[in-house]
T-cell receptor
Framework: EAQVTQNPRYLITVTGKKLTVTCSQN?????MSWYRQDPGLGLRQIYY???????DKGDVPEGYKVSRKEKRNFPLILESPSPNQTSLYFC???????????????FGPGTRLTVL | QKEVEQNSGPLSVPEGAIASLNCTYS??????FFWYRQYSGKSPELIMS????GDKEDGRFTAQLNKASQYVSLLIRDSQPSDSATYLC??????????????FGGGTRVLVKP
């Protein structure tokens, strides 16, 4: 089954304790992206990756890191989480046909993160 | 002004009626437009995409795009209780935006009452 998976699905942690949220896709997609969703603010892009070893900042990258060592995986790293990073996080992927209108992004199930 | 504006709702419609959702955007360079449905606590699910001015129908859903007026709308015909969800409007400027970045509106919550 074609899918985007994320782990963990739920996480409660404390300020300053490093954490990683994993994202994996089995559709051979080149493009992967992380979004956070907050009430009233909608979905905002954190980081994205056009391909292996190619990553760039989105609209709200502060406090986050990513890596893309393999095509299928795109982990999100919070080196020192803070309460304002409490949010619902989604990973998304697509074939990434640059300039192609028809490229569709598929979303993972989400990770609900609470930082105390 | 937000790049993508949606009325947050809730939009309450009786079962069997037509739900009409609107979305306006500020970037005239936007070329691709999408409607996602999101159930509470779940991930967004693509239900419609539209790239040209006019109407596009898919089952009970019709998307309408007017680039001159910078709005895109979604009609849900014969609304069912299972259509109760938040509907997210998203757009992509394939020239300006790096890669495949989607810019989302805040979503419109729809409640279909039996």
């Amino acid at each position: 089954e074609a899918q985007v998976t994320q782990n963990p699905r739920y996480l409660i942690t404390v300020t300053g304790k490093k954490l990683t949220v994993t994202c994996s896709q089995n559709m051979n997609h080149e493009y992967m992206s992380w979004y956070r969703q907050d009430p009233g603010l909608g979905l905002r892009q954190i980081y994205y990756s056009m391909n292996v070893e190619v990553t760039d900042k989105g609209d709200v990258p502060e406090g986050y890191k990513v890596s893309r060592k393999e095509k299928r995986n795109f982990p999100l790293i919070l080196e020192s989480p803070s309460p304002n990073q409490t949010s619902l996080y989604f990973c998304a992927s697509s074939f990434g046909l640059a300039g192609a209108n028809t490229d569709t992004q598929y979303f993972g199930p989400g990770t609900r993160l609470t930082v105390l | 002004q937000k790049e993508v504006e949606q009325n947050s709702g809730p939009l309450s419609v009786p079962e069997g009626a037509i739900a009409s959702l609107n979305c306006t955007y500020s970037d005239r360079g936007s070329q691709s437009f999408f409607w996602y449905r999101q159930y509470s606590g779940k991930s967004p699910e693509l239900i419609m995409s539209i790239y040209s001015n006019g109407d596009k129908e898919d089952g009970r859903f019709t998307a309408q795009l007017n680039k001159a007026s910078q709005y895109v709308s979604l009609l849900i015909r014969d609304s069912q209780p299972s259509d109760s969800a938040t509907y997210l409007c998203a757009l992509r400027d394939v020239i300006k935006a790096a890669g495949n970045k989607l810019t989302f509106g805040g979503g419109t919550r729809v409640l279909v009452k039996p």
